[in-house]
């Protein structure tokens, strides 16, 4: 049993203790009203017969009879006084109990909703936790392979090895859409760019689901300077403290821009990842770095936790570098063989 789960239990266990003490409260005065009515009702009923025999049988006591009726009106107007006590004592112990149960009521209702969204966020956790774990086993598959025909120096099968790379990219790049999907709460759409030594941007891959879409904007725009579009800038800024680029609500951002003309009805929040591997010569504080491209998730609402959703990214930008750099090896193996 979770720590919430136990408070939650607690709380209703000191609630519903409570609503027993209130209740027993009110039982009580409403038994000790009663017993008042029961004693007065008998007093009463014996005075009334007393002053009535009186009345019959000595009436030359006249003085006796309006004793007598004097005290009969003194209990009664007691007995209204402490029935009117009572009563409000009653009235005011059960409004406390009738506040009580609905704060109770409420407060039930509240850490419900809070456990409801702490099992819920497990759930989410535990999805994430499983879709990781399976793409490092894929991850692991796709560089075994690799240093495999590496080392044997097998060169033949080009062919198998990019189905087998290409079928990776797209394991990795319907994972992340569904990690970011979980994460954002909205439909993200994932893609991964190349970049060259000249600083032209490609698409090489998208994933499944909103490739038929997008796979029109690469068609009209296959290539691109890095520099038109402000994520990819920013990143390779080295006057600016971020090594990714993320925005929330990219109508906000006064300064962004583009390559697409149709961007605005594609998406308008992002993040993205350089692939890219970091080297520098620490005692003099050269720091350089080589991108080979860009992870890229976009959608319409954002959502993107700066805090998760960077280091969540990171994650496979940093192995994809590796995974790269072995097949861009392996393919220029393969061409340097057919020489």
Known sequence: MSVVEVIY???MVVGNNMVSIIANEIKKIRDDRELIFG???IAGLFISLVGTVITLFQTEFPDAFI???????LVNFLNGAVTYHMTRRYDKLHAKYDD??????????????HLQTIHLNIDRQKKIATILHNFTHEYRKQV??????????DYTDISRRNTSFRGFLSFMTIN??????ILTEDECSVSIKLIDENLVVRTLFRDSVSYRERSNSDKALPAYRFSEN???FNIFNKDLPDSYFLSNNLEREKTYKNANPQWRQLYNACIVEPIRIISGIEQVGVEESRVLGFICVDNFHGGFEESI??????????LCYHLFSLFFEFKYAYQSSKA
Do not use: P, Q, W
């Open 67 to 73: 004793m007598i009726s004097v005290l009969l009106i």
């Open 176 to 181: 992340i859409k569904e990690i970011f999907d």
């Open 9 to 11: 239990y607690k709380s």
């Open 39 to 41: 004693y007065c009702g």
């Open 309 to 318: 959703s960077v280091n969540v990214l990171a994650c496979f930008s940093d």
């Open 100 to 113: 009580s149960y609905h704060i109770i009521d409420r407060l039930k209702k509240e850490i419900g909703n």
């Open 144 to 153: 075994n392979e690799l240093h495999a025909d590496l080392i044997s120096k």
């Open 230 to 232: 402000t994520a990819f």
